[in-house]
Nanobody, 127 residues
Framework: QVQLVESGGGLVQAGLSLRLSCAAS????????VGWFRQAPGKERESVAA????????YYADSVLGRFTISRDNAKNTVYLQMNSLKSEDTAVYYC????????????????????WGQGTQVTVSS
């Protein structure tokens, strides 16, 4: 079992940046993919970005491509989501999740592929 704790959320003006962190414990960190999801009020949770075991494969949703960067530091058991040029539509609760059953190269994009979730961190972008 993997335990995940997100941090770094907050209130920020449009156009500025935030970096989210996801600290993991439990299973060997370099043996599973990690993804970031978000859920805006009244909307379904959606995939934002994902990264494979060693970071060689990354996925980004079209809505964040070129603005967000996912990375991981396996020595620190932490995954990051650098969010630049934030927009009001990025306002949401952001969750990180671990996919412990995929292959070493996979960067899963679907919720059902993830089996451990953090509690979420709120990101609010004011225009």
């Amino acid at each position: 079992q993997v335990q995940l704790v997100e941090s770094g959320g907050g209130l920020v003006q449009a156009g500025l940046s935030l970096r989210l962190s996801c600290a993991a414990s439990g299973r060997t960190f370099s043996s599973y993919a990690v993804g970031w999801f978000r859920q805006a009020p009244g909307k379904e949770r959606e995939s934002v970005a994902a990264i494979s075991w060693m970071g060689g494969n990354r996925y980004y949703a079209d809505s964040v491509l070129g603005r967000f960067t996912i990375s991981r530091d396996n020595a620190k058991n932490t995954v990051y989501l650098q969010m630049n040029s934030l927009k009001s539509e990025d306002t949401a609760v952001y969750y990180c999740a671990a996919a412990t059953t995929g292959s070493w190269w996979s960067a899963p994009t679907e919720e059902y592929q993830y089996d451990s979730w953090g509690q979420g961190t709120q990101v609010t972008v004011s225009s």
